[in-house]
């Protein structure tokens, strides 16, 4: 694994979550278009301000060879991941505080239309906040990147149990800042391989 610089106190880790199985879309989505996704979404982070940024491996096992990770991109395996995705987000956090930055940006493997835009705009969002939350929001609809400022990490970890990440501590909290990004990505998921041929 790359080594990491010393922290930057305003800085934050990008988090790629693609420990899961995809079960869904037939197998995980870290190999998605031949890691295709994998790299789009470090590269959103990468060039969206994050540093580090890290991508959480599961159900692809604990070697990263064959993903096609862009070149120094640090990586974890969680090796609880099939407990959920509380698993992954807890690690996430983990190594967020043991990369020493103050916040955490945590994109999932599976919405290839996030670009480097839309993490700069919430990521600034959550650094101007009070609350040091915010969230991509596309048609009006809650989704990603999530920005979370370290004062939270604690109780996310937690309240997170199951196939809950840290939905359960941020849903309905007045001082999340929704960022729009409907001019900038759809924000949409991809769950289905059907939906990729479209």
Known sequence: MPQIDPPVPSACTG???????????????ALAE???????AVTALRDGGCDPV??????TGPDPAGLGLPPDTAWRWVDDWAVGLS?????????????????????????????????ARVLAAARASESG???????DTPGHPVVIENKHWDAIS????????????????QDMVCVTCDDLATGADRDFPEVDAR
């Open 158 to 173: 937690a309240g997170s149990a199951g196939d809950t990440g840290a939905g359960s501590y941020l849903y309905g909290r």
């Open 15 to 29: 988090i790629v979550l693609a420990a899961g199985a995809g079960t869904r879309y037939g197998k995980p989505k």
């Open 87 to 119: 698993a992954t987000v807890r690690a996430g956090l983990r190594a967020a505080a043991d990369a020493g930055t103050r916040y955490v940006a945590f994109l999932p493997v599976d919405i290839p239309d996030i670009g480097p835009d839309v993490v």
């Open 34 to 40: 031949n890691g295709a996704w994998l790299r789009s």
């Open 54 to 59: 890290i991508v959480l491996l599961g159900a």
């Open 133 to 139: 939350l915010a969230r991509g929001v596309f048609s």
